[in-house]
């Protein structure tokens, strides 16, 4: 149990952990604490917000529905990573959950089933609510991933918590399912992984637009440099820079060009969700969707193409061209249509890892 940080713990614990944090005005004071206490507090609950574009997005979290007033959340973690600031107190995220849940939670062990809905959790959790559709075709870029896990972890960090204290919404009510489209054990291994180190800065930390992305950094082409030579220096793939730096066919690059690199600043990398399992050619499966739309956005999947469960004939030919010119299929098999592990992380690092 802790007592909650101030307003300006929290920006200053965002900011060390490496957030590009915007506060929204008036988020100091904006909270519902005329409703009920916050804290002591215990957790971290993650969301999906079932809505798209972040200005929109923002403007929900803040003012709310009909019949659920906002604020909605503590922050809003945006595609590109942005993290808004929209409350401080308590805010309308969590409701009411089950306390054996809340009890794993504070002794951090592994969590229960959810079958109760008895607790109140906007007493107990800080609320992340994270631009996505929710319908598990909405792709999660690697900046808004990477922003999920950081914040996460500098709340774990400002309270000492493991990130046994992380949870999503649907671990925490019986019914819900968010968030969808990555799991929460991928996401605690991540943040757990991030607490054995120092906090590490990714991005610029304020509230202002321009210069590289977060986590990003340059590099001044040299004579007789190639883009798969740069890749194979930095560790980074040659598409990836290409894709970043908006370089098309034939791929030429000059002395003195400054290229974006991706990931580079804070000494990581793009990491696509976690693949799915069962996803194979002829069957039928929601993460099928996911695949679709990786496709589509890195350009392998003509967009008129229709989103569907079944991994058919024109989501099979555009892998195999996908993985002939990536040389991932399997030996002897150049029209192998099967996306596999290292295919998933490639294309969905190519789609999104920008």
């Known amino acids: 149990m802790a007592t909650p940080i101030s307003a300006d713990r929290l920006v200053a614990a965002l900011r060390a952990e490496g957030v590009h944090v915007v506060e929204r005005p008036g988020w100091r004071t904006h909270n519902r604490n005329h409703k009920g206490p916050f804290g002591p507090v215990n957790g971290v609950v993650i969301h999906h917000t079932v809505t798209s574009g972040t200005s929109n997005t923002v403007s929900i979290v803040e003012r709310g529905y009909a019949g659920l ?210 996803l194979a050619p002829g069957r039928s499966a929601p993460s099928a969707q996911g695949l679709q739309k990786a496709l589509k956005d890195a350009g392998w999947l003509d967009r008129s193409v229709p989103l569907s469960d079944a991994y058919g004939p024109q989501t099979q030919k555009a892998v195999a061209a996908f993985n002939r010119k990536h040389n991932l299929f399997t030996a002897g098999h150049p029209n192998d249509p099967a996306i596999g592990r290292r295919g998933w992380s490639l294309l969905h690092e190519l789609a999104y890892g920008k």
């Open 69 to 278: 007033p906002g604020p909605l959340c503590h922050g809003m973690i945006a595609k590109d990573g942005t993290v808004y600031l929209i409350g401080h107190g308590r805010t309308n995220h969590a409701g009411r959950g089950d306390g054996d849940v809340l009890r794993a939670v504070i002794a951090e062990r592994g969590l229960p089933a959810a079958n109760e809905a008895g607790t109140d959790g906007n007493t107990h959790f800080y609320g992340f609510e994270c631009e996505n559709r929710g319908d598990g075709t909405d792709p999660w870029p690697r900046a808004q991933l990477e922003a999920i896990e950081r914040a996460a972890a500098a709340l774990c960090r400002a309270h000492g918590w493991s990130a046994a204290s992380v949870i999503g919404h649907k671990e925490w009510q019986p019914g819900k399912v968010d968030p969808k489209g990555f799991t929460m054990s991928w996401l605690r291994e991540r943040v757990a992984a991030r607490l054995k180190s120092k906090p590490s800065s990714g991005g610029s930390g304020s509230g202002s637009a321009g210069g590289s992305p977060a986590g990003s950094s340059t590099y001044v082409v040299k004579s007789g440099d190639t883009l798969s030579g740069i890749g194979k220096k930095l560790g980074v793939r040659w598409e990836v820079l290409a894709q970043a730096n908006k370089i098309k066919k034939p791929f030429v690059i000059k002395a003195g060009q400054k290229l974006t690199v991706p990931g580079k600043s804070s000494g990581g990398s793009y990491s696509a969700p976690p693949f799915p399992e069962g």
